[in-house]
């Protein structure tokens, strides 16, 4: 059994490709643009640091192991947060064996709190035991807006709040990649018991009774879009070819004409599924369609 966060599938593999090939054009835009201050990753939910893929017997990198390991030189701090406990040690041992690191793991110096933290000073990473909503907002409000922010929102469930988001928008100088729960905002919508994740999630209680998938993302989108410098909000669904149950939808926001072109260029390219087999050291659909 794997010690990794279990529940990948080809879908799971298709994101990190949009992930990845998006960080190496924030890179390269960046590198020749950015003369005000630091470049920051930024990982909201980094789980155990790799996804144990259901039914392939395999654990494939995550992306905070992506980030670190082609970009460590280019990105000045590395912050990942993760609430669970067990995946927070998980996540720093993994780290610590793949690159050589050794983490210092103690109660965060910050008056009246209670988490741990995993520092590394070389690279800078710290990995925070705690709830991202908390932390990041923190982080926003606190560590001005010189630095340059590559944001990755990837939950489990509908755990990102809505009002984060709109911190991270307001804060400026940040692209966000947000993975939107798209069927269980539906199914939860749909759920009485259910109607306070899907306020968290969504910001308010603006959404139709009866929803469509799409329809939900595009309320989402729209909102996102009261934030003029963010317009247009790119979003990509992700359906495994396998297994239509269950969706979820890229969103990318950021104020960059050229980087929103790659981006849209990245989600749409046909070879999108073919790359996301060979992450699983498969190749072709043929077994799928």
Not at 80 to 93: A, G, I, M, R, V
Not at 169 to 181: A, E, F, M, P, S
Request: net charge negative; glycine share 8%.
């Amino acid at each position: 059994m794997s010690e990794h966060f279990s529940g990948g599938d080809l879908k799971t593999a298709a994101k990190l490709v949009i992930f990845e090939e998006y960080l190496d054009v924030y890179t390269t835009i960046l590198d020749s643009n950015w003369e005000w201050g630091d470049l920051w990753y930024v990982d909201t939910h980094a789980g155990t640091g790799k996804t144990h893929i259901d039914g392939q017997g395999i654990d494939i990198d995550g992306s905070a192991i992506r980030a670190i390991d082609q970009y460590e030189d280019f990105f000045d701090r590395f912050y990942l947060y993760e609430l669970d406990e067990d995946h927070f040690h998980t996540l720093h041992q993994t780290l610590a064996d793949r690159f050589g690191l050794k983490f210092d793991v103690s109660e965060a110096n910050v008056t009246g709190e209670d988490f741990l933290v995993a520092r590394s000073d070389d690279p800078y990473i710290r990995i925070m035991q705690m709830d991202s909503n908390e932390g990041v907002s923190f982080l926003a409000n606190n560590a001005g807006t010189n630095a340059h922010w590559m944001t990755f929102i990837d939950p489990k469930g509908l755990t990102a709040k809505r009002s984060t988001l709109d911190t991270l928008l307001d804060r400026g100088n940040v692209d966000i990649i947000l993975n939107y729960q798209t069927t269980g905002v539906m199914r939860s919508a749909a759920a009485d018991h259910a109607h306070e994740a899907v306020r968290r999630t969504m910001g308010d209680d603006d959404w139709p009774e009866a929803g469509t998938n799409d329809e939900f993302v595009e309320l989402y989108k729209k909102k996102l879009e009261e934030n003029s410098d963010i317009r247009p909000v790119l979003t990509k669904s992700l359906v495994s070819p396998h297994d239509k149950r269950c969706r979820f939808d890229l969103i990318f926001a950021c104020r960059n004409d050229g980087a929103r072109s790659a981006m849209e260029d990245i989600m749409n390219q046909d070879s999108l599924w073919d790359k996301a087999q060979d992450e699983m050291g498969q190749s072709g659909l043929g077994d799928f369609l």
